[in-house]
């Protein structure tokens, strides 16, 4: 009894701490908005990549995802396919989110008119449907990821889709790359008709990330095919993901959403016309991508984010829960350092961030499509995430010890 009394008391300080510290100031927007990228685009560097083959651990998982990142040259070698089967043959992980579309613009699955007349298709993974089979036989659940609206290729083809700037040319971000223009439905049409031949080639579900409208470089200059706003911004977003709906149900994909990490309590679009709950009706999984890193200074009151990642996940986990379903969350989680190293136990500090509000489904990013090993479970070991060290938030409320985020 005493040995959990201290426990109790030492995690409700390090949540009064995180949580409501009174320096918080939750409107702090000096954040990150993108998938952690490599300097150099993904397809020049990853095919050099060294896949960590020695991942050690897989848990019963019953109905929860547990996934990582694969961009589409590790998926389409050989070489590495072996290390990443051997992986998923001997850890908790079930699930690969494989990129099919990233957001320089060319796409890794063949047979799409729109894609090929305009020469876009790029043969990264020649033999996808056999490796997506491979991976079903396994027991894998398949995620085809697909960069939305952040396309630095077909805006430059067809540069009626693209973001304007005033004077007519093509406006691009920060980074030089070129968006389309999300009120746009035929850049709509575009990404859905990648989206079906995926889901006719056999993957389970597809992610649209970057599915936004841009926030980074001169925004103000932004030019649309009709007026924006906020509200518009955000009825745009939803009008696509209805729109999948309506084209990928009947095949039976699931679709899933990847937004930013601060939309699980912020109570305005973020500026880039993302509502996490009014997104999430119209989706089977949203993925807040709540990577310690991205947070800026005090963001929930933490002075330096990237060095909490528990009480950084806990605190967006927590908030989203308020507003959307549990089964709905399957939150994206940092496996990589920026600024500060991440390790096993940095990695496993989200995990348990996530147990201890009862969410049992994760996703791991690494550009490098790198994983910590030691970081995961084996088959073998016994379910933790609902028996957890740590009280839950409903034992805190028990205890009439209230945590809340401030809005």
């Known amino acids: 009894m005493l040995k959990q009394n201290i426990k109790f008391i030492l995690f409700l300080f390090l949540i009064l701490q995180g949580c409501i510290s ?24 990853i095919a050099k990549t060294t896949i960590t083959s020695a991942i050690n651990n897989k848990q019963t998982f019953g109905n929860f995802i547990r996934g990582i990142h694969l961009s589409a040259w590790v998926s389409g070698s050989k070489k590495y396919r072996e290390s990443i089967m051997d992986l998923f043959d001997n850890t908790e992980l079930n699930a690969a989110v494989i990129d099919i579309k990233e957001y320089e613009g060319y796409v890794y699955i063949n047979g799409i008119k729109s894609v090929n007349s305009y020469n876009l298709y790029e043969p990264a993974i020649p033999d996808i449907e056999q ?4 991976l079903k036989e396994k027991g894998i659940y398949t995620i085809a990821r697909i960069v939305v609206f952040r396309d630095n290729t077909m805006p430059r083809k067809k540069p009626g889709l693209a973001v304007k700037n005033p004077d007519g040319t093509i406006w691009t971000d920060r980074r030089n790359v070129a968006w389309l223009d999300p009120y746009n439905k035929e850049a ?10 995926a889901a006719d080639i056999g993957f389970d579900e597809i992610q649209f990330d970057y599915i936004r409208f841009p926030s980074d470089g001169n925004t103000k200059n932004c030019r649309y095919s009709k007026p924006h706003s906020s509200t518009e911004a955000s009825k745009a977003l939803v009008g696509f993901l209805k729109e999948a709906g309506r084209q990928l149900k009947p095949k039976g994909t699931k679709i899933s959403i990847d937004v930013f990490g601060l939309t699980t309590t912020a109570n305005d679009d973020l500026g880039i016309g993302q509502k996490i709950v009014e997104m999430t009706e119209c ?18 009151g933490i002075e330096e984010p990237n060095k909490e990642p528990y009480k950084i996940v806990y605190c967006s986990i927590e908030g989203s829960l308020k507003r959307i379903p549990k089964e709905k969350l399957r939150p994206w989680l940092q496996d990589f350092s920026l600024g500060y190293k991440y390790g096993k136990n940095e990695v496993r500090a989200q995990m348990q961030a996530c147990y201890d509000n009862k969410v049992g489904s994760w996703l791991l990013w690494n550009p490098r499509c790198v994983y910590t090993k030691d970081a995961l479970k084996n088959k073998d070991e016994e379910h933790f995430y609902l028996e957890s060290d740590h009280p839950t938030p409903q034992m805190l409320k028990t205890a009439n010890s209230k945590v809340d985020i401030k809005k």
Not at 188 to 197: R, S, T, V
């Open 22 to 45: 009174p320096q918080a100031n939750s409107n702090n927007r000096a954040t990150i908005l993108e998938q952690p990228q490599e300097e150099e685009t993904l397809s020049s560097q």
């Open 131 to 134: 490796y997506i089979s491979q």
């Open 188 to 197: 709509w049409q575009y990404n859905l008709q990648i989206a079906q031949k």
């Open 283 to 300: 989706s089977d999984y949203v993925s807040p991508m709540v990577y310690p890193s991205h947070y800026g200074k005090w963001n929930y």
